[in-house]
């Protein structure tokens, strides 16, 4: 005797196939998402993190540098560090 009915066995190959087509959907609108984000955001120039961190690191040497010359002019004129 037959446990499962032809009926359920096609239901459920049916769900599976529908689980199978969303899933494939979400993917589809995923990438479809990123690929819009990623134009949205070149056509405005903004920068990178990894942009952002290497030009900060410049400025901070920089200032570094600043603060450093600042100090030898001072001790070369022997005069008291200017108020910045």
Known sequence: MQTRSKFFDDMSQLMTNAMG???GAKTEA???MKGFVDRWMADRNFV???EFDAVRA???KAREENDALLARIVALEGKSKPKV
């Open 58 to 60: 410049m400025a901070q």
């Open 48 to 50: 990178t993190r990894d």
């Open 30 to 32: 995923e990438t479809a």
């Open 21 to 23: 087509v969303a899933q």
